[in-house]
Each structure stands twice: as C-alpha cells, then as structure tokens.
C-alpha cells in the first residue's frame, strides 16, 4: 500500500479505475459531462477525485494501461500531476500550477547525498512499470525535467519529487539548456509574477503517442519525443488567456530563436499532441479561450 499522500490510479481497458490510497471505482473515461450549477462542460473529467477537477488537468486518456499520479507534499498540496504510460514506461504529461503561495525560493536545487539516486524511482508508480535501472545515464540524452525544478524551490520536499525519473523525457542538450530554457524561462519568470498572473496553470511533455511525432526509440525501450509542447493557462483580474508552444527536438542551439515563432492556440494544440488541454473549464470559457492568441498579451512581439 502507498502512502495516502499520494494518490495514484491505473486506467485500463477494463474502465476499472485503481485507487492505491483508497479501494477502487469504476468510471466511463471516454466522456463525461458536467452540469453541476449550471455549467456546461461536456468534455470535463470524471469527479472521481477531487484533483482530476482541477484546471491545469488535460482530458485522461482512456484507453491502454495508464496510471495518473498526483504527487503531494507533506502539508497535502498538489505538487504536480503525471500521467504514465505503463506498457511504454514513458510519461506523457506533467501537469502543475504557478502563484503565490509556491513560488517563493525557499530552498536551493537538490543533489543527492552520497550513494543516493539523483533521479530516484517515482515511489507511486509499480516496479513493473519502469525500467530497472535509470535509462538516461550513458545515452547522450539529458534527464528533461518537465515540471522544473527551478519551479519548485518553495520546499526541500517539493524540489526532490522534480527528479523522480517519472517526471524527466530525454532531451538532447542544445535543446534542453537552449530553446527549451528559454520557454521555461518565459513561464518561470517572465509570466510567473504577481502583476501577471493570479494562477498559471501549465501542462507539459513530449510527444509519445504517433510513430510520425517519435524520434527514436533506445535498445532499453526509452522513446525519445520528436516534438515536445506546453500548454498554459493564465487566470487573473481580467479573466483567462491561453496559448500552446510547439517544439521540434533538434540537437541544435536554438537559443536565439524569437519564440514568438512557436507559439499556437490550445485548439492547435489540441490537434497537433491528440491531448484534450484545459478540459475542466467551462464550455463556454474554454471554446473562447482556446480558439485564439494574441501574443502582445503575452508580452510577445516579433
């Protein structure tokens, strides 16, 4: 039995849904509508649990063996939330927000101690579903945080479940300190303050799903994504914006990029990964919300 802190569930053909902290439920995962108060929302996800309501949550996908993983600290705040594909041993998402309350920079990054795993085993994901041994070391491939760790420095206990292994893709290096740093950046610290935001809501990966979007898979079984994406949401005062980056892995330095070029609506988004983004807005704020971006909101210019 995991801990309670953690809430973990495994999707499967079976439409059995798998509660490790607390017994089962069964649910219908290919639809759901949402009529609660009034609010239309045809495409939100099941209210199973608590967390899968919440607004930096895309759509669960449904199908095969998938493990949603919620990672909590001790206080019982929602770190983050991943979604594991068991039979690729590969996560296809990280999901998490950014405001007030867990920015600050309490703490500096985490190493490990002595004889201890940089990139520990994700606790709440079943040993026949990872690899044996980290799949990184000695690939060429750099361990790609998807939630940063720079995001999470307001708690000892937060930064480390940044490395569990469940929440890395590997990145070429130009890529990962490169282009890729600089969007992070962008959401990190351009987007991430008060004046800008009251909430991000932010979901990230790589591309694990079309042969056609897959760059390579290792002799260990490690697929490496051909395009990698962030899908994110601001709310504040004046209401909601969005918009989508769409990247293509290259091993190149891309860094002095305009990354106003990458940029896409969540509807071209959604199109592009086959990942329903955003799915528990309402109808309504959503349909708006998704459909356009205007970059100059952003403090994007060419």
């Known amino acids: 039995m995991h801990t309670p802190r953690h809430l973990l569930w495994l999707l499967a053909t079976s439409l059995l849904l798998f509660a490790c902290s607390e017994g089962s439920n069964t649910?219908?995962?290919?639809?759901?509508?949402?009529?609660?108060?009034?609010?239309?929302?045809?495409?939100?996800?099941?209210?199973?649990?608590?967390?899968?309501?919440?607004?930096?949550?895309?759509?669960?996908?449904?199908?095969?063996?998938?493990?949603?993983?919620?990672?909590?600290?001790?206080?019982?705040?929602?770190?983050?939330?991943?979604?594991?594909?068991?039979?690729?041993?590969?996560?296809?998402?990280?999901?998490?927000?950014?405001?007030?309350?867990?920015?600050?920079?309490?703490?500096?990054?985490w190493y490990a101690s002595k004889g201890e795993s940089q990139y520990p085993k994700d606790p709440d994901i079943p040993s026949q579903y990872m690899f044996a041994d980290d799949p990184y070391y000695g690939s060429g491939y750099d361990h790609g945080h998807i939630l940063p760790s720079y995001d999470r420095l307001n708690s000892r206990e937060a930064n480390i479940q940044t490395f569990y292994l469940s929440n890395m893709q590997p990145q070429r290096n130009k890529f990962n300190a490169g282009l890729w740093l600089k969007?992070?950046?962008?959401?990190?610290?351009?987007?991430?303050?008060?004046?800008?935001?009251?909430?991000?809501?932010?979901?990230?990966?790589?591309?694990?799903?079309?042969?056609?979007?897959?760059?390579?898979?290792?002799?260990?079984?490690?697929?490496?994504?051909?395009?990698?994406?962030?899908?994110?949401l601001c709310k504040n005062s004046q209401g909601y914006k969005a918009l989508g980056f769409w990247v293509e892995h290259l091993n190149e330095d891309r860094s002095g990029d305009n990354i106003i070029n990458y940029?896409?609506?969540?509807?071209?988004?959604?199109?592009?990964?086959?990942?329903?983004?955003?799915?528990?807005?309402?109808?309504?704020?959503?349909?708006?919300?998704?459909?356009?971006?205007?970059?100059?909101?952003?403090?994007?210019?060419?």
């Open 27 to 109: 649910f219908d995962p290919t639809g759901y509508e949402n009529s609660h108060s009034g609010i239309r929302n045809d495409n939100a996800n099941p209210t199973t649990r608590a967390e899968y309501s919440r607004l930096e949550m895309p759509h669960i996908k449904g199908d095969a063996l998938n493990l949603v993983v919620v990672h909590t600290t001790s206080n019982k705040d929602v770190n983050y939330i991943l979604e594991w594909d068991c039979m690729k041993k590969s996560q296809r998402w990280s999901c998490y927000t950014l405001n007030r309350a867990n920015s600050p920079k309490n703490v500096s990054r």
């Open 183 to 232: 969007m992070e950046n962008m959401v990190s610290s351009t987007w991430n303050t008060n004046a800008f935001r009251d909430t991000l809501y932010v979901c990230k990966g790589g591309t694990i799903d079309q042969p056609s979007q897959i760059l390579g898979t290792m002799k260990n079984g490690l697929i490496v994504p051909r395009y990698f994406f962030m899908a994110i």
């Open 263 to 302: 940029v896409v609506s969540i509807d071209e988004l959604e199109q592009k990964t086959g990942i329903d983004f955003f799915c528990n807005l309402p109808d309504d704020v959503e349909e708006t919300t998704e459909k356009v971006v205007y970059p100059v909101a952003w403090s994007l210019r060419q």
